[in-house]
């Protein structure tokens, strides 16, 4: 059985739903996309210095760091209290989803949070 999104819904094509990095860890549970695309993030008003990373997959249980065609690790710099547009060359297509706080010398190293944050993953749906 496919699970439903359970974010909310702004307009036929528009949705959000929050996730949380847990304190002292450093990715948010997965989150099924239903063929949405990831178009923009809000990020909360505390955030420990990182860049935010994707992890992406087939299952929840086996997700993946998303890289471009190029071998870049897709992530983005945010700040605390920033809403970040995603660009379409950023766009993942996956079942499932999480994100990352990851260092900001694109490494990829984990960068864990001093407290839980709640990220709020903006969505679109894609060619309906």
């Known amino acids: 059985m496919t699970p439903a999104f359970q974010g909310e819904t702004f307009s036929d094509d528009l949705y959000q739903i929050a996730v949380t990095i847990g304190s002292g860890t450093a990715e948010s549970g997965a989150v099924f996309t239903q063929g949405m695309v990831l178009v923009g993030v809000i990020m909360p008003a505390v955030w420990t210095a990182a860049n935010l990373g994707i992890k992406a997959g087939l299952a929840a ?7 471009d065609n190029a071998g870049g690790l897709l992530q983005a710099v945010v700040a605390a209290s920033a809403f970040v547009a995603l660009p379409s060359d950023s766009t993942v297509f996956a079942p499932w989803i999480s994100v990352t706080s990851i260092n900001t010398d694109k490494s990829g190293s984990a960068v864990n949070q001093g407290a839980a944050r709640s990220i709020t993953l903006l969505f679109r749906r894609y060619l309906s």
């Open 61 to 67: 249980g086996s997700l993946q760091a998303a890289y």
